[in-house]
């Protein structure tokens, strides 16, 4: 029965993460993808690794820091145009 709590905990927190990091929300969707792998990252240990869906933390950071890494280039191209 834990097995099972830890797998629906474990797949509500990646399927968040995934999604707000596509949704994006200005960014803040971004740092609670971040957030939501390391969360998921915490409940997969303590599973001992026996849940399903490892790759969902992987999707979850990619989604997190691709936002990230989309602000910074926006903010380096105004900063650039910016003293042109």
């Not at 097995?3 to 399927?15: A, M, P």
């Not at 740092?31 to 969902?56: D, F, M, P, R, T």
């Amino acid at each position: 029965m834990e097995k099972e709590i830890l797998q629906k905990e474990f797949d509500r927190v990646t399927n968040r993460g995934i999604i707000f990091g596509l949704v994006w929300i200005m960014g803040i969707g971004s740092v609670i993808a971040l957030i939501s792998g390391y969360q998921a990252g915490k409940i997969y240990k303590e599973s001992g690794n026996s849940l399903e869906g490892k790759n969902k933390i992987f999707k979850s950071y990619i989604a997190g820091f691709s936002g990230i890494l989309l602000w910074i280039i926006a903010i380096l191209i105004i900063i650039i145009f910016k003293k042109s």
